[in-house]
């Protein structure tokens, strides 16, 4: 039985992974933070009740080289970052010390323990920022965020251990992709959220930042398989994961109040005090890669995907 150890288990990859290697037969290991509200809410019941858990934090070694220690994975999956971009701004250091010298130290520890498991590094459509779409493995990176900036390093980091320790180390660079069970505080749950509340007389309007930002929107149960499959690879190496197509928010906000028979205009407004310092205008990936040698391509559609994140929030708010 194969093992896998998964940081960053109880965000929206983390979940979605959880379920597919569970599914696959693998022993399940997944760490997560000692804080007074666990956010466990994502995994279901079977889930929890079959993943051995570890407390951890990527900002401190002794428990990365702890959990690895413990449970001997066969993959190691790093899907763990301060993943709010524009938060990012507010607490630079803090999205460094754990998207970038977080990798850094899980790196560290396998190489130390000498375990010979295989990497997963979670990197971001965000480590392109303004580069000219549509991007794959050989745009150059322009970050625009802190948390991008921590992502970049991450990716050479991972890359650099690959090379200079011969470990079976690759990272997915997956552009946007999302689910019922994305946070809250990202765009496309804010909208289908909205949607839920403004058809049951519970909000007027929604406050949204930049509308004519474009990005290439996936499910993120879709990208989770190709995560797997990068891991399966003989050789370890660099891939994006993408639908190539971009759709704005505007487009999406549209289709959401669509799916209840309403005009997004006429609730919907932007708030320049919620663009970031530096936007990222337009990103599309170029999955030609990825469907060429890990067979992958995505099975949801934008539209499905819109659908299925406002029935979630209609039946669940």
Request: charged residues 20%; hydrophobic residues 40%; negative net charge.
């Amino acid at each position: 039985m194969k093992r896998a150890l998964i940081f960053g288990i109880t965000g929206q990859d983390g979940s979605y992974l959880s379920d597919l290697l569970l599914d696959k037969g693998y022993a399940v290991h997944g760490v997560i933070r000692r804080i007074s509200a666990p956010t466990i809410s994502r995994l279901s019941p079977a889930t929890w009740d079959n993943v051995c858990f570890h407390y951890g934090d990527l900002t401190d070694q002794a428990s990365i080289d702890q959990a690895i220690a413990a449970s001997e994975p066969d993959e190691i999956y790093n899907l763990a970052a301060m993943s709010d971009v524009k938060i990012s701004f507010d607490v630079p250091m803090s999205s460094l010390d754990m998207t970038g010298a977080g990798t850094l130290r899980i790196l560290e520890a396998i190489r130390k323990l000498n375990i010979p498991a295989r990497y997963y590094q979670a990197s971001s459509s965000e480590m392109f920022g303004s580069s000219c779409p549509p991007q794959d493995e050989l745009t150059p990176f322009h970050p625009r965020s802190p948390y991008a900036c921590a992502k970049v390093f991450a990716y050479h980091t991972a890359v650099n251990y690959r090379e200079a320790y011969a470990m079976h180390a690759s990272n997915g660079i997956l552009f946007n992709h999302e689910s019922p069970r994305r946070g809250e505080n990202f765009v496309t749950r804010k909208i289908t959220k909205a949607v839920a509340h403004i058809w049951q007389g519970k909000q007027k309007f929604l406050l949204l930042g930049n509308l004519n930002a474009r990005r290439d929107w996936g499910f993120a149960g879709d990208y989770v398989e190709a995560m797997w499959r990068i891991v399966q690879q003989s050789e370890s190496d660099d891939y994006v994961i993408a639908t190539g197509e971009a759709h704005t928010v505007r487009e999406f906000a549209d289709l959401a109040f669509q799916t209840v028979g309403l005009d997004y205009l006429d609730f919907v407004k932007s708030d320049p005090k919620m663009f970031r310092p530096t936007e990222v205008d337009f990103l599309q990936g170029d999955p030609t890669k990825a469907r060429q040698v890990l067979g992958w391509q995505p099975k949801v559609s934008f539209k499905g995907l819109v659908q299925m994140m406002v029935d979630y929030d209609l039946t669940h708010e």
